[in-house]
């Protein structure tokens, strides 16, 4: 008699509070495309009929970024998630932005689940125990599958201080093997399932150095894996961003081992129908703010997305209302976020300004000397593409005006840079410059003198831009090049 067993894991990752349809950029030869998808009424109708198309057969799980990233999320602190994602019924998560309200707010968020938040690298400094379980067991289908969590290890290196309050993190590569190991020798499980939001690069390492997973759930780095990556007998999927993707991976397993697979990352587009009942429970939430966030405060010629590593339309935005609000600031940074839904040419309405920065920091200035920005270039640089995955730390490269980087994707750390100009003259080592900025991470705390959190944040100063312009122009102008 067979004992062949079919299971169906469910991948939501990134999804970064869009609990709306939302714009979507799709590449359509040379050019980008932009579509209405994601939101969590299609979500909830794709999975609930996945669950009757496989007799409730199905591995449900959140790789993080969920909490975070829009205004209801933001305003709320993650809380109007709570009923959405409990209705999903999820079997487990793992998390990054999630800490943005805190450790404590996010422990709050966790009480709340109805599933186990999972992390084998987060802990607390006072003793070094685990904040979260390292992992849970499932019976589906008479299979025992273990799912072992690993949170962003960037969280307490990157990130604003208060994030990791108490807590510090590591990479769990070293504690993985013996999660894995207790797994299979005493749970006796069938499947080992990692759900990991470190990022593609260190989960591509992570499979090939430790033996024993048999499924890795990609995260952070929104990667739109239509073919799964085969690492050390790992199969290995990353389901893009924003709710726009769910990736759907089919299994057929006999004597613990998988002996067929099938995978789709599925487009929620208008052929997935939306939940009314979803529905319903979000138009609830969004109407207090719904007139708030469509109203329209300026347009657009230019795409406004954050698709490219080295530099982006939407960012480019985004450092022109500071530099504006700030006329004798010769450069502007901010970070190198991947979140934020597209703003195809036309209106800007309030919504799409909030996603933009949802965290709304302070307008911050600072004088920065020469060798400290070609110092700080070089270390985020290193951050983005480092040859060990393990030393990448976060998004894309930190988003620059004013100044213009010429580099080698290829050298080693320190010696990427080739030229670098300010305002259109080679940089002076020993001159200062004027900078404005936003977050910590556009201009870290070790670097330049004299800062200053003005009484303006970031939504008032691209408002205030808006105003003035009434249109804008954001087009890619070459701050960052690699040669």
Request: proline content about 4%; hydrophobic content about 35%; some cysteine.
């Amino acid at each position: 008699m067979s004992n062949k067993k079919k299971l169906t894991i469910i991948q939501m990752n990134d999804t970064h509070g869009y609990l709306e349809e939302h714009n979507e950029y799709l590449w359509d030869g040379n050019n980008e495309k932009y579509v209405k998808v994601g939101g969590y009424p299609r979500i909830a109708s794709y999975i609930n009929d996945i669950r009757k198309e496989n007799d409730e057969n199905v591995l449900f799980l959140d790789g993080g970024d969920t909490f975070h990233g829009t205004y209801p999320l933001v305003q709320s602190k993650g809380e109007v998630a709570i009923d959405l994602l409990n209705d999903l019924k999820l079997d487990a998560m793992t998390a990054h932005w999630e800490f943005a309200y805190g450790p404590e707010q996010f422990n709050n968020l966790v009480e709340k689940l109805n599933y186990p938040m999972l992390a084998i690298n987060c802990y607390n400094e006072e003793n070094d125990e685990l904040v979260f379980p390292p992992y849970i067991t499932k019976e589906i289908n008479d299979l025992k599958i273990g799912v072992i969590g690993i949170a962003a290890t960037i969280v307490d290196k990157v990130m604003p201080e208060h994030f990791s309050e108490g807590i510090y993190f590591t990479m769990g590569n070293e504690e993985l093997p013996r999660y894995i190991d207790k797994l299979k020798n005493e749970e006796n499980v069938d499947l080992v399932v990692v759900l990991s939001h470190l990022g593609y690069p260190q989960e591509l390492k992570i499979a090939n150095k430790i033996d024993g997973i048999d499924v890795l759930l990609s995260a952070h780095t929104h990667n739109r894996i239509y073919e799964p990556a085969i690492v050390n007998d790992t199969i290995i999927i990353q389901s893009g961003c924003h709710g726009s993707f769910l990736g759907r991976l089919d299994l057929e397993i006999e004597n613990k081992r998988i002996i067929n697979y099938n995978h789709e990352l599925k487009l929620l587009d208008e052929s997935v129908a939306k939940d009314d009942t979803m529905k319903k429970k979000i138009d609830e939430i969004m109407a207090p703010d719904r007139d708030m966030l469509n109203e329209v405060k300026g347009k657009t010629k230019t795409d406004l997305a954050r698709d490219k590593v080295l530099e982006s339309t939407m960012d480019n935005f985004l450092l022109q209302s500071l530099m504006h609000e700030v006329p004798d600031a010769v450069m502007a940074f901010s970070n190198g976020w991947r979140y934020g839904a597209p703003i195809p040419k036309g209106d800007i309405t309030m919504n799409d300004i909030w996603n933009i920065i949802p965290v709304n920091p302070p307008v911050s200035t600072i004088d920065l000397t020469g060798e400290e920005l070609w110092n700080m270039m070089e270390e985020n640089l290193e951050r983005t593409f480092a040859k060990d995955p393990f030393e990448q730390m976060g998004g894309y490269v930190k988003r620059s005006m004013g100044i213009n980087v010429y580099f080698k994707i290829e050298n080693p750390y320190g010696e990427r840079i080739q030229e670098l100009f300010v305002a259109g003259k080679a940089v002076d080592k020993n001159k200062t410059y004027k900078t404005v900025y936003v977050t910590s991470q556009g201009v870290p705390a070790k670097y330049g003198s004299n800062r200053k959190h003005l009484d303006i944040h970031a939504i008032d100063a691209i408002l205030n831009y808006l105003d003035d312009k009434k249109e804008i122009k954001a087009p890619i102008t070459g701050s960052i090049v690699a040669i």
